[in-house]
Structures are given as structure tokens and as C-alpha cells.
């Protein structure tokens, strides 16, 4: 240690601020369907023929609006890709270890990332047909669906 | 009673009794009082005090903790939401003396006033779609008239012609009718949406039913329930809310890592550039302004002249915790003594010196007993008044 | 005439901006930015196919949200683009313009679309510019951007009837302005004759500055296109030059509040240098509109005599004497300003756009009354720093020397 690193500490402190998140018409319609009615809505852009989830109001490639081109998704899907998240965070959703997984629903073209439970993180393999599991209450956030599970 | 908005003055205040929250006036003993200017005016009290509220109409505003000053007309409009009180209260159309703070805090008070929803329903939109609701597969072989005479605001006398399967309605009342229903409209649009009860009506003689009861009894079956038509719903706008908060460590580095030990023995501790002669404090490892390390360390203060007194009306969230900070409180730049002429030191100033202290006024640290280096090792400056 | 050398001429050709306002629950954040975008393509009349890059930026911790420019893709049109974020406090709107005019200046990029936003009824304003400030001092003191200190540096100059007369005065116009302004988020209708009222009975912030001093928090995005003089000439009838651009940092200046000897402020350092190498002598003469970015009325009044290197008391009889109104002889901020409209990572942005409005001649109703052929814009941010640019209509200036 040099003599000027004596004088080096290091301070705890904590980032606090307060905010919130508007969802819009479009992310809205999105989570209601998810809470009040346990259905999973896409978009479709007509000129590319994505169809995209979490619905967006532009086709990020063909820059074409197609936020009112709502199509109905399946509620389950396949595992395109996963971790196991080991660690522990209190930012963290889970408790490790869990699984994180890519998850194509059947009528999407892309897949989103949420939680894979009832399944041993060591058997999870891609390709395996997982179904969603909705939240019983209110959350309207994409936790509304509360987690994926393997199909029996 | 002069209205706006289809709503008088009194209607907000003789209903603010039951808007009340308990929920939302914890820990809140006020006084808020209103003078409402214009027609359908006056002067109000609302006193909230352990969990409870009493509005009274009055003379004597005096004792208030806050008042809101305002027209008829902008205090309506806002409190059912058609004007935007920021706007009004930003123009100069409201105005409030006294404590700010629990005009804010009223909004969680008191649930908005709402305007009494009127009934979409009319007694001439059921009879519209009567002949619709005919169900003839329930009415064969009848050759009858069923009379309506419904009185009040909005009734009418109706006669619906039953015969050979078909339905047909007249306005008036015919003397041959098997049975006439007399009610009120009031009371016929209930009972036709299912809040009222036949029976109630009947037994409390709300509704009259003359000639045969027994068509009277068969009438749920020849027509079809009514539906109301559905109002047009809002599209429910999700919004999440959320309070960070992330733990971080910060490095002090050894300039002001020494600045922290110098606190701590309760010295304050400034450096000064080689070159220049600048010294600053807290000490920030180089002078800006000749881009050269600033290693040495010189005690200055603790006391000092104060050069800007900033007092702080506006409550902003303490970033540590995301709490909103307690209003009014000061902020001081002191030029510490022994520092030179341009480096002023940053600190908070003793609240009960807030009310007569001024730029050239000469303070000085109060210590914290519990030093760990940091800003809090001073508690504040405050006034040397000896 | 004297120039400052640029590697290739640069042209504002498409401006959109979203309506402003305090709060837009219908959109989300990329959903508010593609309205801007889509109107600014329109104005240029080219397609996101055209544009070669973008530049992205908005206040950091204001949403609360971490790399917005990448997901923000959807909304921008940066699928497979080159995409700058940029972030640096209250000049952001006019650094992400500086950028622009640098790359494309350079030969880089040939058109390039600036997009600045905030989505402020998010976040917490005053609790995220609080959060900058070093943590281990300034930070657990600080109250965001709100200081009475220029209030009282104004008051004890002028004293504090003329000073407080002159803010409010400047307050009441540019309100007037913003009720021009259909984009504006917030026009009071207010009137001259509530100075008195307005001095005395609007809430205290801090100090001298009051809440209707102050501006606003609003939501809101701007986009602007870029492109070099080649590209300009062809896709626009009326391209709007960049003539100059600078910006001047200091270090932050916490440590000198109450001070104001011998401190030359980052506005005129910057007006000095811009002015000087550019052989501009008369400014007030010379620009015919001046779009500042000014957080308050107080900042507003001061700053006037910074940007136009005014002695004395000049800055105050401007204001007194109308000048800075719309049909004034130098028009400040007929757009109603950062005053009326202040989404604060556009903000800046705002303050070049409406300036080429007025050079277009396309600003509306609050199109001032002659010909613009030389617009001054300013951004701000930070304890004290600047960009300050300079529009032309005419290539005229070339003919150097």
C-alpha cells in the first residue's frame, strides 16, 4: 500500500428516485388481454409478414404503422434458447437458480425472454413445448403472465 | 344556485363529508379554508382532524391552516376535473395562502367529486324497442291491450295492441286495456333494468297494476328483457409505478479521502494548486482551471461569511432515499476564513436561523458527536450571534 | 466576410416535432419518438431508407431507463443504422444537433437524423438532475436545477422592483409568445397588467425564483434531418445552413455561488467565440431572432446580456421596452421558449428547430413579422455550460474574407 492509498475509502450509498412507466394504447390493450382475458396478443406487420410480441406500434424493419394489426398468439410456445441464472439479487424476479428462457409462441416470429419453472434447470433443453402459466392477480406488467411451464 | 358544469359550489362541499378517506388524511390535523367568490360563492371550513372531517359554511375564515381563494366557476371546473387546477392556480385564478403543501395533500383527502351519472335510459327509449322485445311465440291466441301510464318527469301513456302474434304500440292510453301498469318514471326505469323489485313496488304501492293480474304476471315473458345500450368505454391507459433504488459504493480517492479524516477530527480541509495558488474545498484532486494535480492540504475555517443564501421552498426527493425532503430549509455558500477569494463551501444552514440570517452573515459548523466522514459529520452552520 | 472553416456546408431539411405537453399516457416512450420522426421525414420528404444515421439523446436517470436508444429502434427507424447516443445534461438537444452537423460536416455520414426526447412525467425532473451531482457532497445538498441565486444577483444590481418588474415582464411575453404556438405545452393567458399580482402571490421555489418563473416539465420529442450541401440542394427548396456551431464546458461551479466577480460565464465565452471567428460585430443587429434556451425568467433576463455581450443595464430596457417581443426589434423565443415547453433532452433540439422555422418561414402564427435571414439558437445545460449555434438562409457567407 502506498501512502496516499491509506487515504482511499470507500462510501456506501444508494441511487433513489422515483418513476413510472406509461405503457400507451398500444403496450396497454397488450396487458389487459394478459390480466382480464389470458390471451396473448401480437402485431402483424402485412409487409414483411412478421408477426411481432410485445406488440409495437412500427415494424422496426419495414418502418410501416401496424399497430392495429392485432393477431391472436397460442399460449404455448418453444424454448428457443434459456440460461440458469445462479446468482441471487434483489433485483432479481426468482430466487436462484432459475431459468431464463427464449420462448416462441406458436403464431410469433419472435420470441420473448420470461421464466421457466417446474422444470430442473439441468433437463431444460430447447425445443422443449412450455405453456403459460397467467398471474392470479393484477400486475400489468409482463409478469402478468407470472411464469412458463414445461407442457405434460 | 348558480351552476357550472351542471354543478353548484355547494353540491362540492355538501358532498366532501362522504368523499372523505380516512386512508388518505393519517397523521393530518388542518384547517382548510375556502372563499369562493361570484354567484353561488361563499366561505367554507373544512377542519380534518383525528381521522375525521366537519364542513361547515361560515363568515369567519380566520384560523385556517390553508386557504384557496377562487370563482365559482374555476373552483367547480376544477374540482370535477374540466380545468386544469395547475393552469388556474399558475394564471393567478386560484390562490392559496398558507400551507401549500396540504393542497396537495387534500387531493388524497377527499375522492374526486363526481358528477351524479345520469341515467342514459329513458321511459321513450324502453318503449322505442318494445316492439322488438316481442317474443309472439310466447303471446299466441292473446288479443289483448296492455296500457302504460307512467307519470312524472319523462312518462308518457303508452298502449301495446296484442293480437294474431303481433305487436303494435300506440301512444295513449285505450279503454279496453286487460291491464294498466301505473308508476312513475323513476321508478318504471328501475324496475325495467332489475334495481327495483316488482314485488317492493307493488307492496309499497310505487306500482299499480289495474285489470287482470294475471296478463299482468305473463308481460316478463311476452317481452324480451331490455337492454341499456352500452356506453362507450375509455380504454384502461396501463401505467406502472415504481421507487429505484440501487445500493452503490463511491470511491473517495485520497484527496478526499483526507478531507473525510480531517472531518472527522471535526477540521475542515482545503487543497491548493501548486501553480496557481487556487485552494479548494471539499478538494477535488486537480485544479480545473490549471489541469495540475492539487495535493496539499491546508485547514481553513471552520467558520466563515456566508456569500448566497438559497432557501428551499420546493421539496425534492433525498436521493439516498427517495423521501421527499421537509420544506423550507436553506442552503448556504460560505466563503470559509483563511480560503482566499472565489471558493465557497456548500452546506445546509440551522432552521431556526432561516427566518434573519443574510448574505454577510458569519457562521460556523455544528459537529455531528457520531463523525464517520461524511457531509452529515456537520450538521449544519449555524449564525454566530456572540 | 469572416468564416469559420468547415470541411462541407450542412443544411437543416426536415423538422418534425411531437405536440408538447404534461403528460402522454396514449404512447409509449418509441411510440411518442416515432411521431416526430415520421413528421420530420415528411417534411424532408424522404424515406428512412435515405437517412444514414442517427443521433439519439435524452437526459440520463429522467425515465429511469437504461440505453433507451436501443430500444427505442422500433420508433426511430435505426434498424441497421448507425446510432450515436448522447447525453450531456440540458444541452443535450443541442449537442445531438452539434453532432449531426460534425458528422456530416466531415464527409461520414451525407444525412443524418437528430432525434431528442423526454418523457418527464416518468421520472422525477428534479430528483434525476439531483442525482448528477457528486455523491459523496453535492449531491445529498442540491435541489435539482432550482436557484434563486441570479433572482439575487439581479436584485442587488438593479434593484428589486426593476428586476423583479423586468423577469415578470419577460415571463408575460413569452406567454404571449407560447399562445402562438400550437406545439407550445403551456400558455397562461397571461396579461401585463398581472405583473404586481404575479411578483408577489406566485409560490417560492427558492428565493426570488417562483413557480411561474420556472419551466415546465413536459413530454414531448423533435427530430431533425440533416445533410450536406450536395443532398440539401436536392431534396429541399428551402435547406436551412448551419453556418457555425460551439460548445464551452467548465468545470462544475457549485463552488462559487455568491461569487460573480471576474467569472465569465460559459454563454459569453461562447458568444464571444462564436461572434468573433465568424466577424460578427453587432449581434443584435445582426441576427434577426435569437431561440435561448432559458430553465427561468430570471435566467432568461441575465443571459440576454451574456449572449449579446451587453454592458449595463441594456438587457433590462430590452425587455422593458419590448424589444424581445414578436414584432420586436430582436425577437427572443417567439416559439414561447424553454419557458412554455420543456421536454428536456429535445429542449434544446426545440431551440434550433423553431430558429429554422423562422428562417423557412414556416413557423405558423408565431412567424415573426420579417424576413429571418440569420437566427441565433442556444442550449444550456449542467452548472453552466453552452452550445450555441448560428443559422443562415443564404449560402452568402462563403465569399469569405
Known amino acids: ?152 | 344556485m348558480a351552476k357550472y358544469f351542471d354543478v353548484s359550489v355547494e353540491d362540492i362541499f355538501n358532498t366532501m363529508e362522504a368523499r372523505f378517506r380516512v386512508e388518505g388524511a393519517k397523521g393530518v390535523n388542518a384547517v382548510l379554508a375556502y372563499d369562493i367568490s361570484g354567484d353561488g360563492g361563499g366561505k367554507w371550513l373544512v377542519e380534518v382532524r383525528d381521522d375525521s372531517v366537519k364542513v361547515a359554511k361560515t363568515d369567519d375564515l380566520s384560523g385556517f391552516s390553508v386557504k384557496t381563494s377562487a370563482d365559482a366557476e374555476t373552483f367547480v371546473g376544477v374540482n370535477i376535473g374540466k380545468i386544469d387546477g395547475t393552469q388556474a392556480f399558475m394564471s393567478g385564478k386560484i390562490k392559496i395562502e398558507g400551507d401549500m403543501a396540504l393542497v396537495a395533500a387534500s387531493a388524497k383527502m377527499f375522492t374526486r367529486y363526481s358528477l351524479p351519472k345520469k341515467s342514459a335510459v329513458t321511459v321513450q327509449g324502453i318503449f322505442d324497442t318494445l316492439v322488438a322485445r316481442f317474443q309472439p311465440q310466447n303471446a299466441a291466441g292473446l288479443d289483448i291491450s296492455v296500457g302504460y301510464d307512467i307519470t312524472g318527469d319523462g312518462g308518457g301513456q303508452w298502449t301495446a295492441v296484442l293480437k294474431d302474434g303481433k305487436c303494435a304500440l300506440e301512444t295513449g292510453l285505450r279503454d279496453n286495456c286487460a291491464v294498466v301498469n301505473s308508476v312513475k318514471a323513476k321508478d318504471y326505469i328501475d324496475l325495467i333494468l332489475g334495481k327495483l323489485d316488482p314485488m317492493v313496488a307493488m307492496g309499497s304501492g310505487r306500482l299499480k297494476l289495474k285489470g287482470d293480474m294475471n296478463v299482468a304476471m305473463q308481460l316478463p315473458k311476452i317481452f324480451a328483457k331490455f337492454e341499456p345500450p352500452k356506453e362507450e368505454e375509455e380504454q384502461e391507459l396501463i401505467v406502472i409505478k415504481r421507487n429505484i433504488s440501487v445500493d452503490m459504493k463511491y470511491s473517495t480517492g485520497p484527496v478526499m479521502g483526507k478531507f473525510f479524516e480531517g472531518l472527522i477530527e471535526k477540521k475542515i480541509l482545503a487543497n491548493k494548486c501548486p501553480k496557481c495558488g487556487r485552494m479548494q474545498v471539499p478538494p477535488r484532486e486537480v485544479c480545473a482551471e490549471c489541469r495540475c494535480w492539487a495535493g496539499d492540504m491546508i485547514e481553513v475555517g471552520p467558520s466563515g461569511t456566508i456569500t448566497l443564501i438559497e432557501i428551499i421552498y420546493y421539496s425534492s426527493p433525498d436521493p439516498l432515499t427517495g423521501e421527499t425532503r421537509e420544506t423550507p430549509y436553506a442552503q448556504v455558500h460560505i466563503l470559509l476564513d483563511g480560503i482566499g477569494k472565489e471558493e465557497t463551501f456548500w452546506h445546509l444552514l440551522k432552521n431556526e436561523d432561516l427566518a434573519d440570517t443574510k448574505k454577510g452573515d458569519r457562521v460556523r459548523p455544528v459537529w455531528s458527536d457520531n463523525r464517520v466522514g461524511s457531509v452529515h459529520d456537520i450538521i449544519h452552520f449555524e449564525r454566530i450571534r456572540d | 466576410m469572416k468564416k469559420h472553416k468547415k470541411n462541407r456546408n450542412v443544411a437543416i431539411v426536415g423538422i418534425g416535432q411531437t405536440h408538447h405537453s404534461s403528460h402522454r399516457e396514449d404512447v409509449n416512450q418509441p411510440e411518442m419518438i416515432h411521431e416526430a420522426v415520421e413528421l420530420a421525414l415528411k417534411d424532408a420528404g424522404i424515406g428512412i431508407e435515405d437517412v444514414d444515421a442517427l443521433v439519439h439523446g435524452n437526459m440520463e436517470l429522467f425515465e429511469m431507463v437504461h440505453q433507451p436508444d436501443l430500444w427505442h429502434v422500433i420508433g426511430t427507424g435505426g434498424y441497421g443504422k448507425a446510432c450515436y447516443r448522447v447525453t450531456t445534461g440540458g444541452t443535450t438537444g443541442a449537442t445531438i444537433v452539434g453532432v449531426g452537423d460534425n458528422i456530416v460536416a466531415s464527409g461520414l455520414h451525407d444525412i443524418v437524423m437528430i432525434i431528442g426526447f423526454e418523457k418527464q412525467q416518468e421520472g422525477h425532473t428534479t430528483g434525476g438532475i439531483t442525482n448528477m451531482a457528486d455523491p459523496l457532497w453535492a449531491r445529498n445538498l442540491q435541489t435539482g436545477a432550482l436557484t434563486g441565486a441570479t433572482a439575487e444577483k439581479t436584485i442587488n444590481e438593479f434593484g428589486a422592483d426593476r428586476a423583479k418588474r423586468a423577469a415578470m415582464r419577460l415571463r408575460v411575453t413569452l406567454d404571449k409568445h407560447a399562445s402562438l404556438n400550437p406545439h407550445a405545452h403551456r400558455n397562461f393567458g397571461l396579461d401585463y397588467d398581472q405583473i404586481d399580482d404575479l411578483m408577489v402571490n406566485s409560490p417560492q421555489l427558492v428565493g426570488e425564483l417562483r413557480l411561474i418563473h420556472m419551466c415546465s416539465q413536459s413530454d414531448g420529442a423533435v427530430a431533425i434531418i440533416l445533410a450536406c450541401e450536395e443532398k440539401a440542394k436536392k431534396i429541399s427548396k428551402k435547406p436551412v445552413w448551419i453556418r457555425d456551431h460551439v460548445t464551452v464546458h467548465r468545470e462544475e461551479t457549485f463552488n462559487m455561488f455568491g461569487i460573480n466577480e471576474n467569472q465569465e460565464v460559459t454563454h459569453h465565452n461562447a458568444a464571444r467565440k462564436l461572434f468573433g471567428r465568424n466577424g460578427i460585430t453587432n449581434p443584435r443587429e445582426y441576427f434577426d431572432v435569437f431561440e435561448m434556451y432559458d430553465p427561468s425568467s430570471w435566467w432568461g433576463l441575465d443571459w440576454l446580456r451574456e449572449f449579446l455581450q451587453l454592458e449595463g443595464d441594456e438587457h433590462l430596457k430590452m425587455v422593458e421596452n419590448d424589444e424581445v417581443s414578436i414584432n420586436g426589434s430582436f425577437p427572443l423565443n417567439p416559439s414561447g421558449g424553454v419557458i412554455s415547453t420543456n421536454p428536456i433532452g429535445a429542449t434544446a433540439a426545440l431551440r434550433v428547430a423553431e430558429a429554422a422555422l423562422q428562417v423557412r418561414g414556416d413557423a405558423g402564427a408565431h412567424q415573426i413579422p420579417r424576413e429571418v435571414k440569420h437566427a441565433l439558437a442556444s442550449g444550456f445545460g449542467g452548472t453552466f455550460w453552452t452550445v450555441l449555434f448560428m443559422l443562415e438562409k443564404d449560402l452568402d457567407w462563403q465569399e469569405a474574407e
Open chain 1, 1 to 152: 500500500m502506498t501512502e496516499e492509498n491509506k487515504h482511499c475509502y470507500i462510501k456506501e450509498g444508494k441511487l433513489a428516485l422515483p418513476y413510472q412507466y406509461f405503457a400507451g394504447r398500444i403496450g396497454s390493450k397488450f396487458l389487459v388481454s394478459l390480466r382480464d382475458k389470458k390471451k396473448i396478443l401480437g402485431v402483424k406487420c402485412e409487409k414483411c409478414g412478421k408477426v411481432f410480441i410485445p406488440p409495437r406500434k412500427t415494424c422496426e424493419r419495414c418502418f410501416e404503422d401496424i399497430s392495429e394489426k392485432w393477431v391472436e398468439l397460442s399460449n404455448e410456445g418453444e424454448v428457443t434458447n434459456f440460461t440458469v441464472v445462479r446468482t441471487d439479487d434483489k433485483h432479481h424476479p426468482r430466487k436462484a437458480p432459475y431459468v431464463l428462457a427464449m420462448i416462441k409462441l406458436g403464431g410469433a416470429d419472435t420470441p420473448i425472454a420470461h421464466i421457466l419453472d417446474g422444470v430442473d434447470p439441468d433437463s431444460v433443453k430447447i425445443g422443449m413445448k412450455v405453456k403459460a402459466v397467467f398471474a392470479d392477480k393484477a400486475v400489468n406488467t409482463m409478469l402478468q403472465i407470472d411464469r412458463f411451464e414445461p407442457v405434460k
